[in-house]
């Protein structure tokens, strides 16, 4: 390295760089949006009429529509619609348990020293 008065330092002659290659991977790249309070209500309330005590989906649907609840769109609840927000957060939670919050190792590789010449 040289010193020129008027620019400052000028790099010259054989200068090492540390040079490598990273390998890094994650699932978590895009926003978690949580389930509202009310989309988490409607999925215990749910749960509980389809578990303990032991509903059909076409009974849920016309109880939850007779209590004046309507769907996350606004719309009334058939027995399909009662379904899926069953089995979609179950695919959610598993989803993001067994993929999003999946820990992959960092990798440092091909570590070596070059020297750059500039003159």
Known sequence: MSFN???G???SG???HLCFTTIIQSNDLVYLQEYSVRQNIIYILIQY???KREMGYRKISTFLNRSGIKSERGKKFT???VHSV???KKERDTRIRDVRKRKY???LKDMRIIYINYS
């Open 79 to 81: 027995n399909s619609s």
């Open 9 to 11: 330092y000028v790099l």
């Open 86 to 88: 069953l089995k979609r």
């Open 5 to 7: 008065g008027k620019d």
């Open 105 to 107: 190792e960092f990798i």
């Open 14 to 16: 054989s200068i090492p």
């Open 49 to 51: 009429l389809y578990q």
